[in-house]
Every structure is written in structure tokens, then in C-alpha cells.
């Protein structure tokens, strides 16, 4: 129970990796926060966690709105008094390259993906400043570190989540607070399977996703929230600013 007394919020947990992470921290004894635009997605996951015997609630957030960022974090201060730890999870894709991708649907990726960790971030660490400790771990991905095909405005969110916390990692660790981010590979989630469907062959894309990378498979959400929980961890305390790929090899080659 290495989280028991913490509060723990994970955005965009209502689902895939957040909703594996949420899960993760509740079994390690943290009250969990479900902050996602989705309150019914929210609310069911949070009533599964406290189904198990954990703590949590749902709290309705969209993380590329400054006030809603806010409020939420007020709601921490008010109830709690404090907040351990963020995980900056939420986000969005978008199959397609420069040219056929409209401003509208970039600014919304980088809306959701890269500005709302920057809110959320924002906002945190005055809270968590209070206690002088507290961890942040940025969810980004693969598509960070290296260029993919056709996914243009999500690879450049990605990329920038890794210099926001390379960048929030020296401004803040004189606070006592940590900042490292987590790189997944293309993991089996409802994202990645809608994503998959919308091709030819499903079949045919899926393999193609497992057979680029020397592990020969997707990663499952648990695998990547193992990696949340330790860089979140009293363990890995003296990580900051570290970037952790979880990709089945991908990177590597």
C-alpha cells in the first residue's frame, strides 16, 4: 500500500491507460480523482474502483479549459488539502499529415494532448507545493521520440509533452516536485482499436502494428501503469526529468 494517505488524480481515466493507472493507485491505497470530460465513463469507473474496495470519485474536467483545470484542482485543495500526484493522461488523435490536417483539428490535438498537461500542470503545483513533495508523470508516447507517419499533430503534442517535462522537472524540483514522463508504445486500448477499425483490413493493421516492434505485440494498459506507479513512487524519488519508453522495443531499433 505505497500510496495509502495519497491523493492521486489521473486525467483522462476513464478508459485504456488512464483507467489501468486509476486502478493501480486505488490498489496501492490512494484516493484516486477521475478527472475526464466524460462524467457517465467517469462515474463508472470510479464506482469499479470503489466496487474493489478502493477510493475514488469522478470528477468532471476538461483538461484544455483553464477554469474547468482550476476548478478541479480547487476541489483537491478544498477536500484534501493537498495532492501527491498527477498524471497527465488525457488526449486525443488525429490520422493525417500536414496538408490534410485542418487548424481546427490541430489546435484541438494540441488542445487536449500538450496544453492541457501544461494546465493541469500549472495548477497542481501550488497545491502540491504546499506539502514541498508531489510527482508528476506526463503520459505521452513513442510518437514523442520518433517520427510516424500521417499523425502529425499528435506526434508534435507528444514531443512537446517530453520538453514540458524536461522543462517542469528543473523549474520544480527546488519544490521538492517531480516530473518525469512515460512513453508507451501503441498499447491495446479503445483509442488504438478505433483507430485500427477505421482501416481496410482491421486484421491486416493490427498485425502490422505488432509486427513493427521486437516484442511482436501490443503492450497492455497495465504494463504502462506499472511504469506510472513507479515513477510516482517514494522508490523513484530521485528520478526527475527522465523519459521512460515502454514500447516493446520500438525506439530501439
Known sequence: MQFEGNVVVVTG???????????AFAREGASVVIADTDTA?????????????????????????????RSMVSRMDARWGRLDVLVNNAGIYLQ?????????????????????????????????????????????????LVGIRNQVAYNVSKAGMIALTRSCALDFAPLGIRVN?????????????????RSADPAAARR????????????????????????????????TGAVLSVDGGYTAQ
Not at 481515466?13 to 486502478?23: Q, V
Not at 493525417?96 to 494540441?110: C, H, I, R, Y
Not at 502490422?208 to 501490443?218: I, N
Open 181 to 197: 514522463c512515460v512513453c508507451p508504445g501503441t498499447t491495446d486500448t479503445p483509442l488504438v482499436r478505433a483507430a485500427v477499425s
Open 96 to 144: 493525417a499529415d500536414a496538408v490534410g490536417t485542418a487548424l481546427s483539428a490541430w489546435e484541438s490535438v494540441l488542445g487536449v494532448n500538450l496544453t492541457g498537461a501544461f494546465l493541469c500542470t500549472k495548477h497542481a503545483v501550488p497545491l502540491m507545493a504546499k506539502n514541498a513533495s508531489g510527482a508528476i508523470v506526463n503520459v505521452a508516447s513513442e510518437a514523442g
Open 41 to 69: 465513463a467517469a462515474e463508472k469507473a470510479a464506482a469499479e474502483i470503489r466496487g474493489l474496495g478502493g477510493k475514488a470519485e469522478a470528477v468532471q474536467t476538461d483538461v484544455a479549459n483553464e477554469d474547468s483545470v
Open 13 to 23: 481515466a476513464s478508459s485504456g491507460i488512464g483507467r489501468a493507472a486509476a486502478l
Open 208 to 239: 502490422a502494428l505488432e509486427q513493427v516492434r521486437p516484442a511482436g505485440r501490443l503492450g497492455d494498459p497495465a504494463e504502462i501503469a506499472a511504469a506510472i506507479l513507479f515513477l510516482s513512487c517514494a522508490s523513484a524519488r530521485y528520478a
